[in-house]
Every structure is written in C-alpha cells, then in structure tokens.
C-alpha cells in the first residue's frame, strides 16, 4: 500500500504536464502462435477442436490495457501510478464465421483517443496473413 502512495507522487498535476503522445507510441503487434505451438494450441480448443473465442476475448482484454500502459508509460518507473480496467468494446467485427486453430493469430492495436479519464483502443485480429496495419 505504501508503494502505490508513493506512486502517486509521480501523477502529472494538469494536462499541460504531460508529455506530447501519438498514436504510434502505443502500437503494438502481438503474436498468438496456435499453428506453431501445438502446446498453446491446446489451451484454446474446445472438444469439438475449434478455437475457445472467449479465450481470444480475453487475450484482446489484456493486450488492449497493455497498449493504454503504453500509452501512459512513465520511462523512470517501474510500476504505473494508473489502474486501467476495460469499461466497454463497442464493437466486433469478424470476417470469418470461426477461427482455424491451425493458424497464428496476430493482434494490432493503439490508442486512438485520450480524455481526461479514458482512453480509446482500435485493435485488430488477423489469422492468414500479414499484419496490414493502419496505424499513423
């Protein structure tokens, strides 16, 4: 409990204290290697042998608060003075019907918008191919 109190110590006082940020500062590409690793692949499969999509949720979850940890990284501390919870997807788009738990997935996201107490995260998933990346 103390070390977040001392934490606080490292909070900007106003928002003309912080540091200039753009949206490639937080982008991320992130490997899920179920075709590769027959081990993961594993952990994602249901008993008819399709991939758990609720595991994908969760996996989007994650590496949508870390890009916003990114995002609000302070390079002289180890730990975050923030605590970043996922508060609404608005929307999920899937071009195919299910996943192939034979293929990698690769996930992409950034930051795409910050106010005083939220942020906005784009992410995409990709199975098949490259990574075709929209970030500025």
Same mark, same amino acid.
């Given at each position: 409990?103390?070390?977040?109190?001392?934490?606080?110590?490292?909070?900007?006082?106003?928002?003309?204290?912080?540091?200039?940020?753009?949206? @490639?500062? !937080?982008?991320?590409?992130?490997?899920?290697? /179920?075709?590769?690793?027959?081990?993961?692949?594993? &952990?994602? %499969?249901?008993?008819?042998?399709?991939?758990?999509?609720?595991?994908?949720?969760?996996?989007?979850?994650?590496?949508?608060?870390?890009?916003?940890?990114?995002?609000?990284?302070?390079?002289?501390? @180890?730990? !975050?003075?923030?605590?970043?919870?996922?508060? /609404?997807?608005?929307?999920?788009?899937?071009?195919? &019907?299910? %996943?192939?738990?034979?293929?990698?997935?690769?996930?992409?996201?950034?930051?795409?918008?910050?106010?005083?107490?939220?942020?906005?995260?784009?992410?995409?998933?990709?199975?098949?191919?490259?990574? @075709?990346?929209?970030?500025?």
């Amino acid at each position: 409990m103390e070390e977040r109190k001392l934490l606080h110590s490292f909070l900007a006082e106003s928002q003309k204290a912080l540091p200039p940020r753009r949206m @490639k500062d !937080s982008y991320i590409e992130v490997l899920l290697p /179920l075709g590769s690793e027959p081990e993961l692949r594993e &952990k994602y %499969l249901t008993v008819q042998n399709t991939v758990r999509f609720g595991r994908i949720l969760e996996d989007l979850d994650s590496i949508g608060v870390l890009i916003c940890y990114m995002h609000v990284k302070i390079a002289s501390v @180890k730990m !975050s003075p923030l605590s970043i919870v996922t508060a /609404l997807v608005d929307k999920i788009d899937m071009c195919k &019907k299910s %996943l192939s738990p034979e293929q990698d997935i690769k996930f992409c996201g950034h930051v795409s918008w910050v106010g005083k107490t939220s942020m906005e995260v784009k992410m995409q998933m990709f199975q098949a191919s490259l990574c @075709k990346s929209t970030h500025p």
